[in-house]
């Protein structure tokens, strides 16, 4: 007679099933912030969002925790606050994409399978179909950087995805400032995009890391510039009398 099998016992380790709550706290106030309904500089309080979310002062804080991770939110001794970009974060933000990117392209290239290759196309075809068309900021902010999404999980590098994370909201931010209402801005964004998984199919990696980083340094120039616009626009707009220099760390408009 065979041994009886014995009966493995179920893993504990099993997939989660559903958010924390404090994670559901965090998607919550991800989305005012991007909506605008929490606006940057606002001091946000334990004890008004857990009335207001009808949850206790810990998932809030826990929120907190998730949120200062992606840089939407900054605590200080004062409490936490919604961020507000500055121009030193601008310069930070495309710096750093200047060194992440043309090593998540090489990487995509080397490690990119037929399945990263196919989502990067979806990607492209996405944006470009949404761009014949009149389309919102948020919307443009969106896609592009859902584009990039596409190339660092291509490159199949768990710490320079994570490093991505990091900027990738306040990149989209930043990206909320570009008038989008210019069909040759549309055609340039997308042709832009279009060259670089063009050159991901080629396998050169040295053009691919150039174009890109050419790609970076044109989208902070734009960014910047429109910065510098909104900042002599509100010069302009303050009574002679009031006007003060403005510090290099002015907020962004988003």
Do not use: C
Request: net charge neutral; hydrophobic share 40%; glycine share 4%.
């Amino acid at each position: 007679m065979s041994p009886q099998r014995v009966r493995k016992a179920p893993s504990a380790l099993t997939p989660a099933t559903r958010k924390s709550l404090g994670e559901d706290v965090a998607d919550r106030l991800r989305e005012a912030i991007l909506h605008g309904e929490l606006s940057p500089g606002q001091r946000l309080r334990e004890e008004e969002l857990s009335e207001r979310l009808h949850v206790s002062r810990a998932p809030v804080r826990a929120a907190f925790i998730l949120l200062e991770r992606e840089g939407m939110v900054r605590s200080s001794r004062r409490g936490v606050s919604v961020v507000e970009l500055t121009r030193n974060d601008l310069e930070e933000v495309y710096t750093l994409r200047s060194a992440l990117e043309p090593l998540a392209i090489t990487l995509a290239i080397q490690r990119g399978s037929v399945s990263d290759l196919a989502d990067i196309d979806a990607s492209l075809a996405e944006m470009s179909s949404a761009f014949n068309g009149q389309i919102t900021e948020r919307d443009a902010a969106r896609l592009d950087v859902q584009f990039h999404d596409t190339i660092y999980q291509a490159a199949h590098h768990q710490r320079l995805s994570s490093a991505w994370e990091q900027i990738r909201l306040p990149a989209y931010w930043f990206m909320l400032s570009r008038n989008v209402a210019s069909p040759d801005w549309r055609n340039a964004t997308v042709s832009g995009h279009a060259e670089i998984a063009r050159i991901i199919k080629t396998g050169q990696e040295g053009l691919a890391a150039q174009t890109i980083r050419e790609h970076i340094t044109f989208a902070h120039e734009r960014i910047l510039q429109s910065y510098l616009n909104s900042v002599s626009q509100a010069a302009a707009e303050v009574p002679p009398e009031t006007t003060a220099p403005t510090p290099m760390s002015s907020r962004i408009p988003l």
